[in-house]
């Protein structure tokens, strides 16, 4: 999947209209249901998606006009509008999770042309503009699956899964704290290498299953170890 912004909106657009209509078949007693994220009811994920959607508004403007305007006010201010939107009737969270998605949609469009080469501050540290329509992506996927709804990392677009496996893997790839293991997705040859190939646990799969497994959304269920033993242990994804 290419990370180009503007030939990922319609990507941006297709995933937020399933999210939209997940939403939409959510009853008061579904969005007070715990999601699969520990301490987390449906409520706190959809509270949490809007409100990514604002501080990716934030970022993208900031690098229209060149001011330093941080993704969110603070780590605190974070929490609290997600803690406070959480509990809201289901009609809420719809109305703010397209009006959001809109506001999105619109700050992508006014971005100029050079402007996609500013570097903005995100909460994983520095970025490229041009990558905030895939992180917008990212965000929109992954906590679908979080709803616990029926979308599971198997309905992911191929060309998602792809990328994301090959970010979080190229990322564990740089690190030196990490369990060495090989990784190969099935009908490929391709392999990423984390840690020093020799002796190193080859785990394979379908490629949404190891992107899954690799970012905690997924225990492995689906995958095989070469030579047979446990699965290793991914860090925390953050």
């Given at each position: 999947m290419t990370t180009?912004?503007?030939?990922?909106?319609?990507?941006?657009?297709d995933?937020?209209?399933r999210?939209?209509r997940?939403?939409?078949?959510?009853?008061?007693?579904?969005?007070?249901?715990?999601?699969?994220?520990?301490?987390?009811t449906?409520?706190?994920?959809?509270?949490?998606?809007?409100?990514?959607?604002?501080?990716?508004?934030?970022?993208?403007?900031?690098a229209?006009?060149?001011?330093p305007?941080?993704?969110?006010?603070?780590?605190e201010?974070?929490a609290?509008?997600?803690e406070?939107?959480?509990?809201?009737?289901p009609?809420?969270?719809?109305?703010?999770?397209?009006h959001?998605?809109?506001?999105?949609?619109e700050?992508?469009a006014?971005?100029p042309?050079?402007?996609?080469?500013?570097?903005?501050?995100?909460?994983?540290?520095?970025?490229?503009?041009?990558?905030?329509?895939?992180?917008?992506?990212?965000?929109?996927?992954?906590?679908?699956v979080?709803?616990?709804?029926g979308?599971?990392?198997?309905?992911?677009?191929?060309?998602f899964?792809?990328?994301?496996?090959h970010e979080?893997?190229g990322?564990?790839?740089?690190?030196?704290?990490?369990?060495?293991?090989?990784?190969?997705?099935?009908?490929?040859?391709?392999?990423?290498?984390?840690?020093?190939?020799?002796?190193?646990p080859?785990?394979?799969?379908?490629?949404a299953?190891l992107?899954?497994?690799?970012?905690?959304r997924?225990?492995?269920?689906?995958?095989?170890?070469?030579?047979?033993?446990?699965?290793?242990?991914?860090?925390?994804?953050?």
């Amino acid at each position: 999947m290419t990370t180009d912004p503007l030939l990922l909106t319609g990507e941006v657009d297709d995933a937020t209209a399933r999210l939209l209509r997940a939403a939409a078949a959510l009853d008061d007693a579904d969005v007070a249901a715990p999601s699969l994220l520990p301490g987390w009811t449906r409520g706190h994920v959809l509270a949490h998606l809007a409100r990514n959607a604002d501080g990716f508004v934030n970022l993208l403007t900031a690098a229209r006009t060149g001011e330093p305007i941080p993704m969110y006010a603070s780590p605190e201010a974070r929490a609290a509008d997600i803690e406070a939107g959480a509990g809201r009737p289901p009609a809420a969270h719809l109305d703010d999770l397209r009006h959001s998605a809109e506001r999105f949609a619109e700050a992508v469009a006014a971005m100029p042309v050079e402007a996609w080469s500013a570097t903005v501050q995100t909460r994983r540290g520095p970025w490229k503009a041009a990558m905030l329509v895939w992180g917008r992506l990212r965000e929109i996927e992954v906590h679908h699956v979080d709803l616990d709804v029926g979308y599971r990392a198997a309905d992911w677009p191929a060309a998602f899964a792809h990328h994301l496996l090959h970010e979080v893997g190229g990322g564990l790839a740089a690190r030196t704290d990490v369990p060495a293991m090989v990784l190969r997705f099935d009908g490929s040859r391709h392999e990423l290498v984390v840690g020093e190939r020799e002796a190193a646990p080859l785990v394979s799969g379908p490629v949404a299953e190891l992107a899954a497994w690799l970012i905690g959304r997924s225990r492995g269920e689906a995958l095989t170890v070469t030579p047979d033993g446990p699965l290793p242990t991914p860090p925390e994804w953050i």
